[in-house]
């Protein structure tokens, strides 16, 4: 039996310590061993110890580079830099919590420094586990138009980013994945409300192939919302990611061609369709899905990707495509914020009180 991979969590806070729970629950089946968490706060280090039964460390030199072979990073995105640099450039393998960094010129030294030494640099970007999107992909072709919309309460949480880097960094990797083509374009408006950087934004994407995007987030919603639609060359699809529910249309060929039109009907046939219509010609495939560990899948493909050599679902590639976008959306805000302010209306938002009260 070969040696297990030894490897520690970066980041004691809610999201590391689920990391955590999950290779304590995979560490005998997929052969690793779970060195301990590491943090800076002493206050958020022994609580994630005491819930992991692991060992705690201060920081990366507390004796730890030349004793493991891979580290997931859930630390503030501020980190995310500094802390895979260090550990790519000594072969260790990385996940990398979303985003990748905060710019496209930080992604570029993870790239670099991964490259180097040939370590795995996986991006944490769930939604691609999510049973939903991984059966929609089967039926879409040729993407035409996107528009999703993913919203969620105030969670305090990931504040020192704005929600395009927080929350819509997921649906732009899901596009990206669906569109085969390079974004040509980006328009952008944000607003911050509560956090200090954009809680709100609504983008555009065009793709160089004519495909057009429009996505929407909001940190401060009183409605969560995880749900894509996807108009094809021969399909309209919806994803519900919250559900796990794939819903798809493959329009008749006769609609598809434009040979079928209600008004050249003869009375019988109007008849027939008036009951029958959406099952001739729009017929619908719908499939629910049941709940899945998606930062399970994640893990176990973290771990085969480093035992095969292969790469994994979400490449330091990909996580970096998507924080280029990001980043072109971000400087879209910038330059439309004078317009924003004077013209949009402010969208529905939760009220601050609210939350202090319930925490």
Known sequence: MSNPIRIVVIGAGKLGTFHG???????????????????????????????????????????LLDNIDAAVVAAPTLLHRNLGVTLLSR???????KPMAISSDQTN????????????????????????????????????????????????????????LDLLIHDIDLVLT???????????IGRTLVSGHEDVVQARLLFEND??????????SRTPTRCMEVWSEDSFTEID????????????????????????????DLIYFQNNLMEEMLPQLSRSFASVDAL??????????????????????????????????????????RVLNRFAPMPEVFRIEDYRKAV
């Open 21 to 63: 729970q999950k290779i304590r629950a995979l560490e005998n089946e997929l052969n690793l061993e779970f060195v301990g968490v590491v943090d800076p706060s002493e206050s958020q280090r022994v609580q994630a110890c005491r819930k992991l039964n692991c060992r705690g460390f201060a920081d990366l030199y507390d004796g």
């Open 91 to 97: 072969g260790i393998h990385t996940l990398m919590e």
């Open 109 to 164: 030294d993870l790239l670099n420094a991964a490259h180097k030494t040939g370590a795995i640099l996986q991006v944490g970007h769930v939604e691609r586990f999510n049973p939903a999107f991984t059966e929609a992909r089967k039926h879409i072709y040729q993407p035409r138009y996107i528009h999703s919309k993913r919203t969620s309460g105030f969670t305090f949480r990931s504040v020192d980013v704005s929600v395009t």
């Open 178 to 188: 669906l569109v085969n083509s390079p974004v040509a374009q980006v328009d952008a």
């Open 211 to 220: 495909c057009i995007a429009d996505l929407e987030a909001s940190r401060v």
């Open 241 to 268: 990611f919250a559900n796990r529910v794939m819903t798809c249309v493959h329009p008749d060929e006769q609609v598809l061609c434009g040979d079928f039109d209600v008004n050249r009907l003869d009375k019988d």
């Open 296 to 337: 399970e899948l994640e893990m176990r493909d973290f771990v085969r990707s480093i035992v095969s050599g292969r790469d994994p679902r979400v490449t330091g590639q990909a996580g970096a495509e998507a924080v280029v976008v990001a980043e072109k959306i971000l400087n879209s805000i910038k330059c439309n914020q």
